[in-house]
């Protein structure tokens, strides 16, 4: 790292104990976890019983991206339906490509649930009248679907 004049900070740089957990440990949890590029790394038990480290979005990066979409929806509702549509696909595909490994399916589903939700709250706050409704609203998903989650990258 000297030959690129690069250093550690001392602050966020720490060595944990993250190994694989005894096979024979009932129940409970591994080892700590550690957040690394966006992702939270930690242990979990499979089907069949055995320990596999698996991966999901950090859960500050999951509350970041929801506040962000959520201003862009309050900011933008004026915007006609189709262009709120493009825009907030683009946002949900981009952050689907980045965190869309396997394993992190709950994670990514919980996104686009919560921008489906923020969506229809602004939209619904266009008007004092409140026509739309989750019905209506649901037809207009029909028309403008929202991408679905998706393995981008299997690890």
């Avoid at 499979?46 to 991966?55: A, H, L």
């Amino acid at each position: 790292m000297e030959r690129f004049g690069l250093r550690l900070h001392p602050q966020k740089t720490r060595l944990i104990a993250f190994e694989r957990p005894e096979a024979g440990q009932r129940g409970g949890k591994g080892p700590g976890t550690f957040d690394f590029l966006g992702f939270t790394m930690y242990w979990r038990r499979t089907r069949r019983g055995r320990w596999e480290m698996w991966c999901k979005t950090r859960s500050k990066g999951l509350r970041r991206f929801n506040r962000t979409v959520s201003e862009w929806c309050r900011r933008h509702r004026h915007l006609p339906v189709q262009a709120q549509h493009a825009a907030l696909t683009r946002r949900l595909v981009g952050h689907l490509n980045y965190f869309g490994v396997n394993g992190n399916a709950r994670s990514l589903a919980r996104v686009r649930t919560a921008t489906i939700r923020v969506w229809f709250k602004w939209l619904r706050r266009r008007s004092q009248r409140k026509r739309l409704t989750w019905e209506r609203f649901g037809r207009l998903l029909e028309r403008f679907p929202l991408p679905w989650p998706r393995v981008a990258v299997p690890i």
